[in-house]
């Protein structure tokens, strides 16, 4: 495993098991999945900003899961480093020194998928 893939790593090592307990319980997945969408679409906060907000949320939480997730998220809805680290900032201020070790690995996974989407948009190398 490499670091520069580690969370998406974590994603896809989360999907199968995500799979198979929403088989067992569909309408609580889909229950999940609606207050999600409500939760993130943009309305007077942009969606980058919920997403960066829930990946503060995953620091405070210590789930690498839910970092991975919103990091992707708010890399995805156009979210700076620089914004990444400060929302990460927030939440070491609200969580003291846990947050700090959470904190490292959420702008690792934002830095990954930021990195991954400027790559796909550059095209390929020549």
Known sequence: MTEHNHYQEVLDDLNPQHRALRKMIP????????????????????????????VAIGVVAGCDGCI??????AARAGASKEEAAEAIGVSILMHGGPATIYGARAYSAFCEFADKI????AGPAH
């Open 27 to 54: 309408d609580v997945y889909r229950g999940f999945a609606e207050t999600s969408n409500g939760a993130l679409t943009s309305g007077a906060l942009d969606k980058k900003f919920k997403e960066l907000i829930a």
């Open 68 to 73: 991975a997730s919103h990091a992707q998220g």
């Open 118 to 121: 400027a790559d796909d948009a």
